[in-house]
């Protein structure tokens, strides 16, 4: 029986937490309680021995007589305790059964993940009401954190196949706590999470339908427009700069570690498979159409200024792209580009990667104002 348990941990607060390494909470539970916990990986004396029997015999009979069910949907998550039944605003990453109690991890956009406890959830229910929202406008899928302001950031996350949720997020929580700025995070078509023709419609069909459906939520919005895109979402960035005109008024595009060149990132990037999915590769004409530096090479100006925040150690987006699409847009207008140069892994992993590009997002955004 003990040589199936992961680690003991007693926490400050006096919770005895016996997790199992199946368990996807456990690596959570143990960094986010790192250094308030007494972790034992080895059990070596009698009595440790003892309490921990009693305490996986007292988790089992737990476990045996209580059922936990946990869904999710856009707006809420919803968990289910035997007959008891909790809706709350955010999104459950997972939990553990200690031996008279259920912990929840609980995260949104701008709270990192959190321990809760049953009793927790049910007494501190203000501290669900989180700041973004799920809406649809116009058949695409958003989240908004409905400020009154004249100001309005839209997001675009990479992947293409991927969504925004409510995971916690460094960039968007600081830029939020601003109190500056709308914050709209669009779902574009080819985000997972909807639908499975939602997600196949852009398959050969990058830079068009996902362009539209960005299109069409920017334009319902009025104000000062801003457009923040990360990877495959940077590109869009950058493609919506030269394909809309000035009267869409967004004023600044930040790109962060994307991508210019449909071309180099067949010869150059780790992702060669991604762009073959999403991109009519033998159709030379129709590459051309949707392909920053062949638009920018034929003269088309960006609607806007354009600053680039890249990792010169990134291989999935190679950054020499960016500085020849810098030297071409230079020969237009040397005011319509400027590069960040920063160091870090393509996803910023770290915590650290995350706050040196929200420093440089605020730092640009301040000078807009």
Not at 276 to 293: D, H, L, Q
């Amino acid at each position: 029986m003990i040589s199936k348990c992961s680690f003991v941990c007693e926490t400050i607060e006096g919770y005895i937490i016996v997790v199992d390494l199946k368990n996807n909470v456990a690596e959570k539970i143990g960094k986010l309680y790192r250094g308030k916990l007494r972790m034992y990986k080895r059990i070596q004396f009698n009595y440790e021995k003892k309490v921990l029997k009693r305490i996986i015999s007292s988790r089992e009979e737990f476990i045996k007589n209580n059922k936990v069910d946990i869904k999710h949907d856009r707006h809420c998550a919803y968990i289910s305790i035997n007959d008891m039944k909790l809706v709350i605003d955010g999104f459950v990453e997972g939990h553990a059964l200690l031996q008279t109690e259920c912990l929840f991890l609980i995260s949104s956009f701008t709270q990192p993940g959190k321990l809760y406890t049953i009793s927790e959830l049910i007494e501190k229910s203000d501290d669900f009401n989180f700041a973004f929202r799920h809406k649809i406008i116009n058949g695409i899928p958003v989240y908004d954190n409905n400020l009154n302001s004249q100001n309005v950031i839209f997001f675009l996350h990479g992947g293409p196949e991927s969504n925004y949720m409510q995971f916690y997020d460094y960039t968007i929580d600081k830029l939020n706590k601003l109190n500056l700025y709308r914050m709209v995070l669009i779902n574009y078509a080819g985000s997972t999470g909807y639908s499975q023709e939602y997600q196949e419609m852009i398959y050969q069909q990058g830079g068009k339908k996902d362009i539209d459906s960005i299109l069409t939520v920017i334009r319902s919005y009025t104000g000062k427009k801003i457009v923040i895109g990360e990877s495959y979402g940077g590109y869009l960035s950058v493609l919506l700069s030269l394909k809309v005109s000035k009267s869409i008024d967004v004023s600044n595009v930040f790109i962060i570690n994307g991508f210019t060149d449909i071309y180099f990132q067949l010869f150059f990037s780790k992702a060669k498979g991604l762009m073959r999915k999403y991109f009519p590769v033998g159709i030379e004409n129709n590459i051309k159409k949707v392909n920053p530096t062949s638009l920018v090479g034929k003269g088309t100006y960006p609607c806007c200024k354009l600053t680039f925040i890249h990792s010169i150690e990134d291989t999935v987006c190679p950054v020499n792209q960016i500085f020849y699409f810098k030297k071409l847009l230079y020969r237009l207008d040397e005011g319509l580009c400027q590069i960040y140069l920063t160091k870090g892994s393509h996803q910023q992993l770290k915590l650290i990667e995350k706050k040196k590009i929200t420093d440089i997002l605020i730092k640009e955004l301040t000078k807009e104002r």
